[in-house]
């Protein structure tokens, strides 16, 4: 696998044309960036040095120097962007090929070296595989599902930035990814090419934000927003920090888990300048639990950022009880929280993906009372139609008025619990004399005997009274 990957990567080269990815010379001028440092800052030095250490080690991966291969900007310029190079590290043959290639007019390709390492090449069905590399069945069942499920563009309030909760909106950036996900929600975004927002956009979203005091969380998005340079979305962040009623800044990214090598010490040392920032990233298999990522997740907690995880329920993934509460508990052991499950949404070329709600279920009453409640995630459906999230749960309230409700425990025991009266059971006080024994009282309420045993010690005046 190692080697095969090197001589893929060896085959690379990336003009400035093909980075960031379908990005025209006219887009990176007018965006927030310049070439100097965005996406990602390589002099044309450095990769010349990069191409030239690429073509002497297309024999081995294990020869590739560390020092390349930890360096995030060399993992984003050599990415695997055809099918001719997946095909030197997975074996395909000609048929699959064929149809992989045309999925890919459709639904681009691109994957991370790093992630790619992690793939089971003699396993069709490794569950990595399925995130990362194209199948047939996108465009063979694209005519089921929606472009824009969740319609975005119509809380679009002005152009990159959706508000659609009363005190929180959602500031899309880029839609360049390090990777592409073969379950992204937002897969129409893929044919228009690689964009950034220009200078104009942001400002527009940052003036709508100082416009609307309503507003105190913030989720900066994509693609994945992690793909700016670590100024350019300081720039950003800085601004946003600046508005009085912003409270919180999230940050979606699956940096961490596709492309770990991008939280370095410079990105983290920024963040930690403009809390509180939370990062929501998106594990979907223990197997991508790393010491990579797992490094990423560390410097992310210990510069005071953190980390929530958001998994996607996909078929063949992640869609068992054992897979998912062993996911869940490795975040755990990785200082990342398991905060929600999602249903995989109806996007058109995911449908081969997606799996019944009832599997959702049933996977969380596999997990709830099995493991600590700390692992198991809210399962939650994004309804179409910018109708929000929903979560979804087992049924354990099997029975309620108002006088009590049936329950059932994880186990499948069944119990009443009594219901409290909405106005609450209220019980005269009553002085009681002070005394140095215990003695029988009687308190009355609603002309009903209520028999108490009461110690009082004489002269204690707060200790006199009580009520039922």
Not at 135 to 158: N, R, T, W, Y
Not at 172 to 182: K, Q
């Amino acid at each position: 696998m190692k080697e095969s990957l090197t001589n893929s990567i060896g085959m690379m080269s990336r003009s400035e044309e093909d980075e960031p990815p379908g990005c025209t010379s006219v887009q990176a001028k007018e965006s927030i960036v310049s070439e100097e440092d965005e996406p990602p800052s390589c002099t044309v030095e450095q990769v010349s040095a990069h191409e030239k250490s690429a073509e002497l080690n297309k024999l081995s991966r294990s020869s590739v120097p560390e020092q390349l291969w930890k360096d995030w900007k060399w993992q984003f310029k050599n990415r695997i962007t055809s099918i001719e190079e997946v095909a030197q590290v997975l074996p395909l043959t000609q048929d699959e090929m064929s149809q992989l290639k045309m999925v890919t007019m459709k639904y681009p390709l691109s994957i991370t070296p790093y992630y790619l390492s992690l793939i089971n090449p003699d396993d069709p069905e490794d569950p990595i595989r399925k995130q990362a590399v194209p199948c047939f069945e996108e465009i063979a069942m694209s005519d089921i599902g929606m472009e824009d499920p969740l319609a975005e563009g119509k809380d679009s309030a002005v152009p990159g930035l959706v508000h659609r909760y009363p005190d929180r909106v959602l500031m899309v950036l880029t839609d360049i990814c390090p990777m592409l996900c073969r379950h992204c929600t937002r897969k129409r975004e893929w044919r228009h090419g690689g964009w950034v927002r220009t200078n104009d956009e942001i400002e527009a979203m940052i003036e709508y934000i100082r416009q609307h005091t309503e507003v105190r969380d913030i989720v900066m998005s994509g693609g994945d927003p992690l793909t700016l340079s670590t100024k350019t979305l300081e720039k950003v962040i800085s601004k946003l920090r600046s508005i009085n009623h912003v409270e919180i800044i999230r940050i979606g990214s699956r940096y961490p888990v596709v492309l770990p090598q991008r939280i370095d010490d410079e990105l983290c040392a920024m963040l930690s300048e403009y809390g509180p920032i939370w990062l929501n990233t998106h594990f979907n298999h223990y197997r991508e639990i790393t010491p990579e990522s797992t490094a990423a997740c560390d410097k992310l907690v210990r510069s005071g950022v953190p980390v929530n995880n958001q998994s996607v329920l996909l078929r063949g993934i992640n869609d068992n009880v054992e897979t998912m509460k062993k996911l869940c508990q490795g975040l755990l052991k990785i200082k990342v929280r398991p905060y929600y499950l999602y249903q995989c949404d109806e996007v058109q070329g995911t449908e081969h993906l997606r799996t019944p709600v009832d599997t959702g279920i049933k996977i969380i009453e596999g997990m709830r009372g099995h493991t600590s409640g700390l692992a198991v995630p809210t399962f939650v459906i994004d309804l179409p139609e910018g109708g929000g999230k929903v979560p979804i749960q087992p049924d354990y309230l099997l029975k309620k008025n108002k006088e009590s409700l049936l329950l059932r425990n994880y186990e499948g025991n069944l119990y009443r619990y009594r219901n409290p009266k909405s106005n609450g059971n209220k019980r005269q006080a009553v002085q009681l004399p002070l005394v140095a024994k215990e003695k029988e009282s009687v308190v009355t309420r609603e002309k009903e005997p209520v028999y108490v045993r009461v110690m009082r010690k004489q002269g204690v005046t707060d200790e006199n009274r009580v009520i039922l």
